[in-house]
């Protein structure tokens, strides 16, 4: 079995965060979705990040825990309505939220196409739907604001997960320990 497949020992073996903790992943759709997700989630697994497929406002999106209690929402844009099947968006948007903190909010990657003609052409923007440069974006701000459990050196491929291993996990997967200064 892959290692984007979900199937917790499996993710054990290969060094990769632990499945979400819900009655969801062992349902065809969300394996479904988990499996077309892969290029984004098995990358931010690796890194120790705990991922998840939830429905959005009218999309499929990764939310992807930090240490921190925030979270990150990747998705594909939501207007207008796209044909393209779940995981092969026009392009990406990540933003970091926060539950109890409404003021963090933070776009780290936007590569969706404008439909404004008069807006200025954002830089990602070339890179459409490809996720090597959704990872890049944001393994460097979360290496900056350090909430990345497993970082990775810059002569690592982002997009071939090392093998890393992590901590057996509870049953209920407990959030990952806070950093301090």
């Known amino acids: 079995m892959a290692a984007d497949q979900p199937n917790p020992a499996h993710a054990h073996a290969t060094g990769l965060a632990p499945l979400p903790d819900h009655q969801d992943v062992q349902t065809r759709s969300w394996q479904e979705l988990w499996r077309r997700h892969a290029h984004v989630i098995t990358p931010l ?3 120790g990040l705990q991922c998840d497929i ?9 939310r992807v825990s930090l240490p921190d209690d925030s979270y990150l929402v990747i998705s594909p844009p939501h207007d207008p309505p ?3 099947p ?3 968006p026009e392009g990406w948007i990540a933003t970091r939220e926060h539950p109890d903190d409404q003021t963090l909010f933070e776009v780290i990657y936007d590569s969706a196409p404008s439909n404004d003609p008069g807006a200025p052409q954002r830089p990602e923007a070339r890179h459409g739907g490809s996720a090597q440069p959704l990872i890049e974006a944001i393994d460097h701000r979360l290496a ?3 909430l990345l459990p497993h970082p990775v050196s810059p002569h690592e491929n982002s997009h071939v997960p ?4 992590l901590p057996p996990a509870s049953p209920k997967a407990a959030p990952p320990a806070r ?3």
């Open 82 to 84: 796209s044909e393209r």
């Open 86 to 88: 779940p995981g092969d």
């Open 45 to 47: 697994r690796a890194r």
């Open 144 to 146: 900056q604001l350090g």
């Open 54 to 62: 939830e429905f959005g406002l009218s999309t499929y999106n990764v």
């Open 162 to 165: 090392p093998a890393r291993a």
């Open 179 to 181: 950093r301090t200064p």
